[in-house]
Structure formats: C-alpha cells, structure tokens
C-alpha cells in the first residue's frame, strides 16, 4: 500500500512560482514512477509531469513544458513540481500518482495510488 499526500498549493497571482511536494509513505518509494496530474473545475484530470525511478526521464504536457520542473529526492521518499511563471489557466486540484511503469507514464490508467491533491489557484 503507498500513501500519498501533496503539500505546497496555494494562492498566487500570475507570474508568482510554487514547489509542490509529494511525500510517500512506502519503503519502495524509488521502485516507482511518480506523475503530476490537475483537474480544473468541471474538466477531466490531465497529465501535468511523469518522472521515471532514477529521476533520468521526464515528461510534461506541452501546455506546462518549460514552465514546470518534475524532480525526486529517493531518500526522502518525496517527489516535487517547481512551477514558474503561473498563468490563471494552472487553476486546478493538484494530485500526485504512483506508478509500476517502468516510463514516464501519461495515463491515469497507469496510475495506482493518489494523493488527496492540493488546490492552486492563480489570479489574473
């Protein structure tokens, strides 16, 4: 069983940066590839970012690549997502995912655990 529970979300205006955290409570944490998701109000859950067990392979949807960094920390059992130059269309619930595909999997379907996502809100 892994336990996942993000932290860092919050209010920011557009341009502002957040560093979300994703820490996991299982003693497997590095055997797993790790992936940010969001989901806006009344919109299905999307891709955001996928990082592979090493931290050597990373994904991003094209609408965040270049603005959001995807990063691991093995010994701390912790995944993060550095996000700069907010736009109000970042608005979302922020879930972290874990999952057995040795990849940087795009698919919720791909995904077996979650977090209890933590909500960004950016203002214009």
């Known amino acids: 069983q892994v336990q996942l529970v993000e932290s860092g979300g919050g209010l920011v205006q557009a341009g502002d940066s957040l560093r979300l955290s994703c820490a996991a409570s299982?003693?497997?944490?590095?055997?797993?590839?790790m992936g940010w998701f969001r989901q806006a109000p009344g919109k299905e859950r999307e891709f955001v970012a996928a990082?592979?067990?090493?931290?050597?392979?990373?994904r991003y949807a094209d609408s965040v690549k270049g603005r959001f960094t995807i990063s691991r920390d093995n010994a701390k059992n912790t995944m993060y997502l550095h996000m700069n130059s907010l736009k109000p269309e970042d608005t979302a619930v922020y879930y972290c995912g874990a999952s057995p595909v040795w990849a940087p999997a795009t698919s919720t379907d791909d995904y077996n655990y979650w977090g209890q996502g933590t909500q960004v809100t950016v203002s214009s």
């Open positions: 990082i592979t067990w090493s931290g050597d392979n990373t």
């Open positions: 299982v003693r497997t944490f590095s055997r797993y590839t």
